[in-house]
């Protein structure tokens, strides 16, 4: 056990390395200990979605200390045959652990793991300790920056969970200027970045500038970005200028992006590139569900670029969730829908709450409809809650329907379709074509009064 004392001790000085363009496989993780805490460091190993993934890594420890560790990772982080995934420093201080692997490695291919596919946090934050106990990986509050690339050597993308929690619960974590994901390949395996930098919610977290998801993916998995960054509610945390889900994306499975910004923080907005990919032609359950969904905030400084789209040639039959709750409780004051925003007009039938509580709650000073935005015109049958509570509360200043929203002639399906689609809307927030809606159809009770 290394422990701090704080008896005359000197601080080690921090020695930062930059960024370099060399093509050496390397992880570098900057750790930060202060007069009093307990001096010790876990390497984390329990990548790999079920574990079993074998690991050979260097390890420089950043105080002088060099070691090596080979095993599998698994739920206790890491089963290790030979040398230490723990390090015990003795003078509190700033240093950069070095990970990189032991033998020379070469891009992956068919089911073979990349070097670091090993690494990463426990889903849920806590190690199993015996059979019985739980507890957080040593030093996880003390790491402050990941840096490195993420390529087809570090990760086998097409691999189930080849990012999935990596860094979850890094409470005091960023990222460092040139950690990204980079990768040729075509095809991502399911849960690719499934909570990936989940409860990341410390002061400092933010997106690195060149953080980047691969560009060449074409067919992903379930879950693809699921809960990527939720709960990452730092003031720091948005989006750099060239984050983007990847556009060559043509095939996606269940739960696509769903969560991915969930209960996001006072300082996220869309980068200027980001955009769903608008080649997708069909999807599967809870697409983008709760997408950006949060607690809400008037100082909140969330805003639709100008390009943010769902994919419009998105046709037939969309499952479960499609945009449920994508946009709930966003009520800052820059808020609204670009003027391009819309929902997929192919669309023809859907499965329980297609677009339920899609803006519910947004009433900040901007919102409103874009002069397009509609329900699917061939729309005609849905399952449970199709939209219902879609614009519950949406009763800022500024809200108004367009002239063209309608509530499709032909759609039927499961009871509440539309429940209270407006529900405590004021009157006063809104045009008569609102009005015109709840005449003709007033079986829905698509609106009630404010209380």
């Not at 723990?86 to 020379?104: D, F, K, M, N, R």
Request: hydrophobic letters at 35%; charged letters at 20%.
């Amino acid at each position: 056990m290394g422990w701090f004392w704080g008896l005359g001790q000197r601080a080690a000085k921090p020695m930062p390395k930059k960024a370099t363009s060399d093509s050496r496989p390397e992880l570098r993780l900057t750790v930060r200990f202060e007069e009093g805490d307990e001096g010790e460091f876990l390497i984390p190993a329990c990548g790999g979605s079920c574990g079993g993934v074998p690991f050979r890594w260097n390890i420089d420890w950043g105080d002088g200390a060099r070691g090596c560790a080979s095993g599998v990772s698994s739920a206790w982080g890491g089963d290790v045959s030979s040398g230490d995934l723990v390090h015990s420093y003795a003078v509190p201080g700033t240093y950069e652990i070095a990970l990189s692997p032991i033998e020379q490695v070469g891009e992956t291919a068919g089911d073979a793991p990349g070097w670091l596919q090993a690494f990463g946090y426990p889903d849920g934050g806590l190690l199993r300790v015996g059979e019985m106990g739980l507890r957080p990986p040593q030093g996880v509050d003390k790491l402050i920056e990941v840096d490195g690339i993420l390529d087809d050597r570090a990760i086998n993308i097409e691999l189930e969970g080849a990012c999935a929690s990596m860094f979850t619960n890094c409470k005091n974590i960023t990222m460092g200027p040139s950690f990204t994901i980079s990768s040729h390949k075509e095809r991502a395996g399911d849960f690719f970045c499934f909570k990936m930098f989940a409860w990341d919610n410390g002061p400092t977290f933010a997106m690195g500038e060149s953080f980047q998801l691969p560009r060449n993916l074409r067919t992903v998995g379930k879950a693809f970005c699921c809960k990527m960054f939720m709960c990452c509610n730092a003031p720091s945390f948005s989006m750099n200028d060239v984050f983007t889900i990847p556009q060559n994306i043509t095939s996606a499975g269940s739960s696509f992006c769903q969560e991915m910004f969930e209960e996001h923080g006072l300082g996220l907005t869309m980068g200027k590139a980001f955009n769903l990919p608008q080649g997708l032609v069909t999807v599967e359950d809870n697409f983008c569900a709760d997408m950006f969904l949060t607690s809400g905030g008037d100082g909140y400084r969330f805003e639709m670029n100008e390009i943010f789209n769902l994919p419009q040639h998105i046709s037939g039959y969309v499952g479960n969730g499609f945009c449920s709750g994508m946009f709930s409780w966003n009520r800052g004051p820059n808020f609204s829908m670009n003027n391009k925003f819309n929902i997929p007009t192919g669309i023809t039938s859907a499965g329980d709450e297609f677009c339920c509580k899609m803006f519910a709650g947004c009433s900040g000073a901007r919102f409103s409809m874009n002069d397009i935005f509609n329900l699917p015109e061939n729309f005609t049958w849905a399952g449970e809650s199709c939209c219902a509570w879609m614009f519950k509360q949406c009763n800022g200043k500024r809200f108004k329907l367009n002239e063209k929203f309608d509530y499709p002639v032909g759609l039927t399906g499961s009871r509440l379709l539309a429940y209270e689609m407006f529900s405590e809307c004021r009157w006063d927030a809104l045009n008569l074509n609102i009005q015109d809606i709840v005449s003709r159809n007033p079986h829905l009770q698509i609106w009630r009064q404010p209380i």
